[in-house]
Protein backbone atom coordinates (compact mmCIF):
# COMPACT_ATOMS: atom_id res chain seq x y z
CA UNK A 1 0.00 0.00 0.00
CA UNK A 2 1.27 3.72 -0.56
CA UNK A 3 0.11 6.58 1.13
CA UNK A 4 -0.28 9.62 -0.99
CA UNK A 5 0.30 12.80 0.99
CA UNK A 6 -0.69 15.13 -1.86
CA UNK A 7 0.26 18.60 -0.48
CA UNK A 8 0.13 22.51 -1.55
CA UNK A 9 3.54 23.71 -1.79
CA UNK A 10 6.69 23.29 -3.26
CA UNK A 11 10.63 24.89 -2.08
CA UNK A 12 10.22 24.08 1.25
CA UNK A 13 12.88 24.90 3.84
CA UNK A 14 15.52 22.24 4.11
CA UNK A 15 14.47 21.64 7.56
CA UNK A 16 10.79 20.52 6.49
CA UNK A 17 12.26 18.15 4.01
CA UNK A 18 15.13 17.01 6.20
CA UNK A 19 12.03 16.28 9.07
CA UNK A 20 9.65 14.88 6.63
CA UNK A 21 12.16 12.80 4.97
CA UNK A 22 13.43 11.22 8.21
CA UNK A 23 10.09 9.77 9.27
CA UNK A 24 8.76 8.73 5.28
CA UNK A 25 12.29 6.56 5.27
CA UNK A 26 11.40 4.87 8.50
CA UNK A 27 8.27 3.08 7.43
CA UNK A 28 8.43 -0.59 5.71
CA UNK A 29 7.76 -1.39 2.14
CA UNK A 30 4.27 -2.34 2.99
CA UNK A 31 3.10 1.27 3.71
CA UNK A 32 5.25 3.66 1.51
CA UNK A 33 4.73 7.42 1.77
CA UNK A 34 5.19 9.46 -0.96
CA UNK A 35 5.07 12.74 -1.27
CA UNK A 36 3.36 14.85 -4.40
CA UNK A 37 3.55 18.66 -4.44
CA UNK A 38 0.95 20.64 -5.99
CA UNK A 39 2.14 24.22 -6.80
CA UNK A 40 1.25 27.19 -4.70
CA UNK A 41 -1.65 28.94 -6.58
CA UNK A 42 -1.30 32.93 -7.85
CA UNK A 43 -2.95 35.46 -5.45
CA UNK A 44 -2.97 39.13 -6.54
CA UNK A 45 -5.33 41.67 -6.37
CA UNK A 46 -6.68 40.29 -10.19
CA UNK A 47 -6.48 36.92 -8.79
CA UNK A 48 -8.38 36.28 -5.69
CA UNK A 49 -6.91 33.09 -3.11
CA UNK A 50 -10.19 31.30 -3.91
CA UNK A 51 -9.41 31.09 -7.73
CA UNK A 52 -6.17 30.13 -6.70
CA UNK A 53 -7.37 27.73 -4.15
CA UNK A 54 -9.80 25.95 -6.85
CA UNK A 55 -6.79 25.68 -9.37
CA UNK A 56 -4.81 23.75 -6.39
CA UNK A 57 -7.68 21.47 -5.61
CA UNK A 58 -8.01 20.57 -9.84
CA UNK A 59 -4.20 19.62 -9.66
CA UNK A 60 -4.84 17.82 -6.48
CA UNK A 61 -7.78 16.16 -7.54
CA UNK A 62 -5.78 15.17 -10.89
CA UNK A 63 -2.66 14.03 -8.76
CA UNK A 64 -5.05 11.61 -7.48
CA UNK A 65 -4.60 7.54 -7.54
CA UNK A 66 -6.97 5.28 -9.32
CA UNK A 67 -9.46 4.09 -6.92
CA UNK A 68 -7.71 5.31 -3.59
CA UNK A 69 -9.50 6.43 -0.29
CA UNK A 70 -9.23 9.92 0.18
CA UNK A 71 -8.63 11.96 3.66
CA UNK A 72 -8.91 15.75 3.84
CA UNK A 73 -6.37 17.55 6.57
CA UNK A 74 -8.85 19.82 7.19
CA UNK A 75 -9.69 22.06 10.84
CA UNK A 76 -13.16 21.07 10.69
CA UNK A 77 -12.41 17.86 10.25
CA UNK A 78 -12.52 14.98 13.15
CA UNK A 79 -9.65 14.68 15.47
CA UNK A 80 -7.89 11.55 15.98
CA UNK A 81 -6.13 10.02 18.55
CA UNK A 82 -2.71 8.40 17.71
CA UNK A 83 -4.44 4.95 18.43
CA UNK A 84 -7.35 5.88 16.78
CA UNK A 85 -4.81 6.71 13.16
CA UNK A 86 -3.02 3.29 14.11
CA UNK A 87 -6.82 1.67 13.60
CA UNK A 88 -7.10 3.50 10.24
CA UNK A 89 -3.91 2.74 9.26
CA UNK A 90 -4.55 -1.15 10.15
CA UNK A 91 -7.90 -0.98 7.88
CA UNK A 92 -6.13 0.98 5.24
CA UNK A 93 -3.64 -2.01 4.96
CA UNK A 94 -5.68 -4.70 5.43
CA UNK A 95 -8.08 -3.02 2.14
CA UNK A 96 -5.71 -3.51 -0.60
CA UNK A 97 -6.43 0.17 -1.20
CA UNK A 98 -3.42 3.08 -1.66
CA UNK A 99 -4.50 6.18 0.47
CA UNK A 100 -4.35 9.67 -0.25
CA UNK A 101 -3.96 12.75 2.57
CA UNK A 102 -4.73 16.02 1.24
CA UNK A 103 -2.92 19.09 2.27
CA UNK A 104 -3.75 22.04 1.21
CA UNK A 105 -2.08 25.76 0.97
CA UNK A 106 -2.56 28.82 2.75
CA UNK A 107 -6.47 28.82 2.36
CA UNK A 108 -6.99 25.73 3.25
CA UNK A 109 -8.70 22.96 1.35
CA UNK A 110 -10.56 23.92 -2.46
CA UNK A 111 -14.37 22.75 -1.80
CA UNK A 112 -14.04 20.13 -4.41
CA UNK A 113 -11.22 18.44 -2.49
CA UNK A 114 -13.49 18.40 -0.04
CA UNK A 115 -16.39 17.04 -1.34
CA UNK A 116 -14.11 14.20 -3.01
CA UNK A 117 -13.05 13.04 0.41
CA UNK A 118 -13.91 9.96 2.02
CA UNK A 119 -13.24 11.26 5.61
CA UNK A 120 -12.26 14.56 6.89
CA UNK A 121 -9.54 14.69 9.61
CA UNK A 122 -7.94 17.51 11.86
CA UNK A 123 -4.71 17.27 13.45
CA UNK A 124 -5.68 19.88 15.84
CA UNK A 125 -7.88 23.16 16.67
CA UNK A 126 -4.92 25.01 16.22
CA UNK A 127 -3.76 25.78 12.81
CA UNK A 128 -0.55 24.61 11.73
CA UNK A 129 1.58 25.98 8.57
CA UNK A 130 0.93 23.81 5.76
CA UNK A 131 4.89 22.98 5.52
CA UNK A 132 4.90 21.61 9.15
CA UNK A 133 1.74 19.51 8.92
CA UNK A 134 4.27 17.00 6.72
CA UNK A 135 6.63 16.74 9.56
CA UNK A 136 3.44 15.77 11.65
CA UNK A 137 1.81 13.80 9.53
CA UNK A 138 4.79 11.92 8.49
CA UNK A 139 5.74 11.21 12.15
CA UNK A 140 2.15 10.26 13.06
CA UNK A 141 2.01 7.68 10.51
CA UNK A 142 5.81 6.33 11.88
CA UNK A 143 4.24 6.18 15.07
CA UNK A 144 0.95 4.36 14.27
CA UNK A 145 3.05 1.80 12.48
CA UNK A 146 4.97 1.42 15.14
CA UNK A 147 2.20 0.83 17.40
CA UNK A 148 0.90 -1.97 15.42
CA UNK A 149 3.87 -3.55 14.89
CA UNK A 150 5.02 -3.71 18.96
CA UNK A 151 7.83 -1.06 18.08
CA UNK A 152 9.26 0.56 21.39
CA UNK A 153 9.04 3.78 19.79
CA UNK A 154 5.02 4.51 20.78
CA UNK A 155 5.51 5.32 24.86
CA UNK A 156 1.69 5.90 25.45
Known amino acids: MRIHLIA ?4 MPDWVTQGYQDYARRLPRECVLQLVEIPLGRRSKSQPALQAQREEGRQMLAALPKDCAVIALDV ?6 TPT ?10 SGR ?6 GGPDGL ?5 ARAERSWSLSA ?14 QLYRAWSIL ?3 PYHRA
Open 85 to 94: LADHLRQWLG
Open 76 to 81: QGQAWS
Open 126 to 139: LTFPHALVRIVLAE
Open 149 to 151: NGH
Open 98 to 103: DVALLV
Open 8 to 11: VGTR
Open 110 to 114: APDCL
